[in-house]
C-alpha cells in the first residue's frame, strides 16, 4: 500500500487547515489508519487514529476538540481536518498505515506504511 499526503502550509494561529492521505494499492478499509507529527530533533507523535472499521477514532490530548480525522471509503483517503490552530501544532504531519490492526493504536510501531509528510506551519 502508498500512502500520500497533502495539504499542508502557512496558517495563522486560531486558522484552520484539512490534510488529505491518498491511499493506494489497497482498499482503506484493511488498516487502522493515523495522523502522527514530527518536531525535528523530536519523537514522532500520535495525533489522531481512526479503526480499519471506522467506527472508533482516536485522539491525542493536545488536539481534542480541534482535530478531527475522518475517511471517505469511495476515494479511499483519510483526511485531518484541523481547527483552531496553535503555534505549537507546527510540525511536519505524516499519514500512517496499520494492516496488522493492532489495538496500540497511538504507537509509531504499530504501523508498517507511512506517507512522505506535509508540513505544517502555524504563524503570523
Known amino acids: 500500500v502508498q500512502l500520500q499526503a497533502s495539504g499542508g502550509g502557512l496558517v495563522q494561529p486560531g486558522g484552520s487547515l484539512r490534510l488529505s492521505c491518498a491511499v493506494s494499492g489497497r482498499t482503506v478499509q484493511n488498516y487502522n489508519m493515523a495522523w502522527f507529527r514530527q518536531v525535528p530533533g523530536n519523537e514522532r507523535e500520535f495525533v489522531v487514529g481512526?479503526?480499519?472499521?471506522?467506527?472508533?477514532?482516536s485522539s491525542a490530548d493536545s488536539v481534542k476538540g480541534r482535530f478531527t480525522i475522518s475517511r471517505d471509503v469511495a476515494k479511499n483517503a483519510i483526511f485531518l481536518q484541523m481547527n483552531s490552530l496553535k503555534p505549537e501544532d507546527t510540525a511536519v504531519y505524516y499519514c500512517a498505515a496499520d494492516g496488522r490492526r493492532s489495538v496500540a493504536v497511538t504507537l509509531a510501531q504499530s504501523y508498517g506504511y507511512w506517507g512522505q509528510g506535509t508540513l505544517v506551519t502555524v504563524s503570523s
Open positions: 481512526i479503526r480499519w472499521s471506522g467506527s472508533k477514532t
